[in-house]
């Protein structure tokens, strides 16, 4: 049924009864995209690509919260279809962080349905890992095909996998290189009179967006940015908690959020382009608002920020779920950049965007499971 979306309060700081049941929205969307797609034709249809595994992330998360098995099911569905009995991938590129991301969905299967093809499949994924392609310091290429670049949106797309396949499986090792990648990722990206960090680093200096003396890319772009907080909140979960690693990931990301929120927008969400709101050409994304307030929920929640960020959480949730619309009873998600490589100005707010793209609902499905768990 239709949620009320129109009647929200101006107030962050008093989410009560006027903003929308953040689980009801969750499930909302989580039935649209099951009416428009079975599992196995989730786009690109069949191949294990982060797409669908950022889709699939966010619906276990509603899962844990709501208990709907068909939401296991249908995770289950695309998983099959996307791999063989033995636990091999059928269209899958070793040579992409992109395409290890899916394995995150793999433990949860693993628990729940207990077929040996599961843990298949993550042992052939950290084989690859092992064998990936990096540079001089060790640091991970994104692609084999972008030879010595490394990119925020691999934190998300290698780390949390990695993690919890070490700690399950007693992996010290593993767990170990996937810390030290996003200490290199600090130390190559970050501007810390910004507060925040560059889309990429160069280590050959060869790629034409990369300056002559950081290696940097020029921009700062909202959803790569965005991956970064939730990967590294994903992590601490696989590491001991009083750990030397998990504290320092800890303030981390209470300084890279801290940073963030100097440049959400009065209207509540962040832009494409993260320090030059109200430019021409700049507009407010919804995926990197939603991912930037997943973090912020669950970082108070876990005590890593004092309550006062909430006001900033439920700010982004309401203002998001404001430039939400409604096709019948089908939710439309949309103000979404598509996918992207890196660049400058004019490239990332020229980027198209689209509605109910998965980038898109994965992320605001991870923002109201986050938001739910404080209501």
């Known amino acids: 049924m239709k949620i009320n979306i129109r009647n929200i309060s101006p107030d962050p ?45 966010g619906m276990h998360h509603v899962w844990k919260l709501c208990g709907d098995d068909r939401y296991m099911e249908y995770i289950r569905d695309w998983a099959e279809a996307a ?15 992109d395409d290890i991301q899916p394995g995150i969905l793999f433990y949860p299967l693993l628990d729940f349905y207990r077929k040996k093809r ?37 934190l998300y797309m290698g780390g949390p996998v990695v993690l919890e396949y070490a700690r399950r499986f007693h992996r010290p090792d593993l767990a170990a290189m996937m810390v030290t990648e996003v200490k290199r990722m600090k130390e190559h990206c970050e501007v810390r009179e910004k507060g925040l960090w560059k889309h990429a680093w160069d280590e050959s200096r060869k790629a034409p967006w990369a300056d002559p003396v950081t290696d940097r890319s020029p921009e700062f772009w909202g959803r790569a940015m965005g991956w970064v907080p939730v990967a590294i909140l994903d992590d601490c979960e696989q590491l001991p908690a009083e750990s030397e690693d998990t504290r320092w990931l800890e303030n981390t990301v209470a300084e890279l959020l801290t940073g963030i929120c100097r440049y959400q927008s009065e209207e509540g969400r962040w832009y494409q382009v993260l320090d030059k709101g109200g430019q021409a050409g700049n507009w407010l994304e919804n995926s990197c608002s939603s991912l930037f307030a ?4 669950r970082a108070v929640r876990k005590g890593i920020l004092p309550d006062t960020y909430l006001g900033n959480a439920w700010k982004a949730y309401g203002a998001v779920v404001r430039s939400l619309t409604w096709e019948g009873d089908d939710l439309l998600i949309g103000n979404v950049c598509i996918g992207t490589g890196v660049g400058d100005y004019a490239h990332y707010c020229s980027r198209p965007v689209s509605v109910n793209d998965l980038h898109g609902v994965g992320a605001f499905l991870l ?8 209501r």
Not at 26 to 38: G, L, Q, W
Not at 294 to 297: D, I, K, N, T
């Open 294 to 297: 997943a973090a912020l929920f």
């Open 13 to 57: 700081f008093d989410p009560n009864r006027s903003l929308p049941d953040p689980l009801d929205m969750a499930k909302a969307s989580c039935e649209t995209m099951m009416r428009k797609f079975a599992a196995p034709d989730l786009p690109p249809r069949q191949e294990f690509c982060y797409h669908a595994g950022v889709f699939l992330s």
């Open 83 to 97: 791999t063989r009995e033995d636990g091999s991938v059928i269209h899958y590129d070793p040579g992409r962080l």
């Open 118 to 154: 599961y843990r298949a499949t993550l042992d052939l994924l950290m084989g690859d890992i092992e064998r990936y392609p990096r540079n001089e310091d060790g640091g991970f290429w994104h692609m084999s095909c972008l030879p010595h670049q490394m990119w925020l949106d691999g």
């Open 367 to 374: 923002m109201c499971a986050e938001a739910a768990k404080l």
